[in-house]
Structures are given as C-alpha cells and as structure tokens.
C-alpha cells in the first residue's frame, strides 16, 4: 500500500517568508510525528497529534512553528518569518497508534533550504 | 546521561567482518527500542524492533541489556550494501521519540 508522502520535496525560500509542509500518513494511522533533521543528526522531534489533537508540541523551537491536522488525517507544518536556521530536512512520520510497540514509519522528507 | 547516546562513528569495517555498536539510554521505564537505518539523503527505515533481551534477523542481532541502559546492533558477514547510518530509537509511553545521531558505518570492499 501506500506509505506516508510528503509535498514538497524540496522548498527554496527566501529568509522572513512563510511555507506550508504537508504530509500524507499512511491511512488509517492515527499518531502522525513531525521531526527535523539537521545534516550529521539524528532526526529532532518537533511535535506529533493523536487524531487531531496535538498531542504533544514540545520540540517546536519557538512560536514561528504550527501544526494542523484538522481532520486527522493529512497535516501541515508551517513555519513563518523563516530563518536560515531552519533550514534542514523535514520528515513526517505515522504509526497505527501510540502504543510503544507501534512502529513510526516514515515519509521521504522536505528538504528545505532559508535563503 | 543525554537521553539517548551513539558513537557517532565513523566504524570502517572491511565487508565479511563482524561490527557491533550500542547504544545508550537514560529513561530506565523504556520498555521497547528500536534500530532504524537511514542511507544518506533518505528517510530512516526500520531494522528491528528490540524487546526484552533482544532480536535477531538474520544476519542482524540487536540486545538489550536493562541493567547498563544500553542495545546493541550486531551485524555479521557484512556488505556492502550495510553502508549507512545506523539510529537507535528510544520511545517514551505518551510522549516524544528520542532519536539518537546515528552512528555511521562504512563497509569497506
């Protein structure tokens, strides 16, 4: 079947822009991860939602940085007055549920670059 | 104690040879881990899930040992195509997965 897709695969912008990130879950899986990731490290967590909720926002690095999944399925990172930090590879990721066994797969990423 | 903890590498092993690398953890309620591989400029994909003791694939075998907080990847007769980033995955009940960097292993011919 299908795994999680990710749109765009690649964002250029320009430094104080705003850009939207979407991400596509395997259907039917309700925990969806959005985590950065930086050249030479591991992937950051940012935030995940359980449905629509998030359920938990921690990693976001300030309030520049929102997520949506407002119907539980798709959802949408977006980051305003974007910084040349923020540039890095944005990976989205779903599993069945939350359960510590369930495994995350993930999508293919966004490589975004601030210029 | 970071929350999770890799040597980062990286490990030159000639292909044929056998290579171990941990991983250490610092949340003692953890009770399942995780070995994922990531090639470079792709997403990580799973390797193997780690329960308990520990969990073999073939010529994969990841352990667990609770007492010393770590897991360990166990690669035997390995290739070339083993040539990637290796991330150990901590995930906590309820709450953020913690990814550690990676550790990078180069198969040498």
């Known amino acids: 079947g299908a795994g999680v897709s990710q749109t765009p695969s690649n964002k250029v912008t320009e430094k104080g822009k705003y850009v939207e990130l979407r991400c596509d879950p395997i259907s039917g899986h309700t925990a969806l991860y959005w985590y950065r990731q930086s050249l030479g490290q591991g992937p950051e967590f940012l935030i995940y939602?359980?449905?629509?909720?998030?359920?938990?926002d921690s990693g976001l690095p300030n309030d520049r940085f929102f997520a949506v999944r407002p119907e539980g399925s798709v959802s949408t990172l977006k980051i305003q007055r974007t910084e040349r930090g923020d540039s890095a590879v944005y990976l989205c990721a779903s599993s069945l549920g939350l359960g510590e066994g369930d495994t995350q797969y993930f999508g293919p990423g966004t490589r975004l670059t601030v210029l | 104690r970071k929350e999770v903890e890799q040597d980062p590498g990286p490990f030159n092993v000639p292909e044929g040879a056998t290579v171990a690398f941990n991983c250490t953890y610092s949340n003692s309620a953890s009770q399942s881990f995780f070995w994922y591989r990531q090639d470079c400029r792709k997403e990580p994909k799973l390797l193997m899930s780690v329960y308990s003791s520990g969990n073999e694939d073939g010529r994969f075998t990841a352990q667990l040992n609770r007492a010393s907080q770590y897991i360990s990847l166990l690669i035997r007769d390995s290739k070339l195509s083993d040539s990637a980033t290796y991330l150990c995955?901590?995930?906590?009940?309820?709450?953020?997965?913690?990814f550690g960097k990676g550790t990078r292993l180069h198969i040498l011919p």
């Open positions: 995955v901590v995930p906590r009940r309820h709450d953020k997965i913690i």
């Open positions: 939602f359980q449905g629509t909720g998030a359920a938990d």
